[in-house]
Nanobody, 120 residues
């Protein structure tokens, strides 16, 4: 089966940086768009950034210039470099990927989430 495992969350002071990673494993034939979402406390899950299999990124306005999404297709891994973090960035961050298995089934997969807390 397919699994997405995130890492890299934690506690950071305002203005600090964190780098999130999400590795996909299992019966994978190909991976399409990968992305990061977040769910702040008491709020709905929201899109942060996406990146195509060719490496083209797309960002929501509130992270432009601060966050960078990238991927390593050889490692089936997507990254989110977060700089100039603000308390408003506090959330559980989830990775997402559109994956086609060797059985040619294409589905949307989610990681388990990693907590990011920005606080002094």
């Amino acid at each position: 089966q397919v699994q997405l495992v995130e890492s890299g969350g934690g506690l950071v002071q305002p203005g600090g940086s964190l780098r999130l990673s999400c590795a996909a494993s299992g019966n994978i034939a190909s991976i399409g768009v990968m992305g990061w979402y977040r769910q702040p406390p008491g709020k709905q899950r929201e899109l942060v950034a996406t990146i195509t299999s060719g490496g083209s990124p797309n960002y929501l306005d509130f992270v432009k210039g601060r966050f960078t999404i990238s991927r390593d297709n050889a490692k089936n891994t997507v990254y989110l470099q977060m700089n100039s973090l603000e308390p408003e960035d506090t959330a559980v961050y989830y990775c997402n990927a559109v994956i086609t298995t060797s059985w040619r089934l294409t589905s949307n997969y989610w990681g388990q989430g990693t907590q990011v807390t920005v606080s002094s």
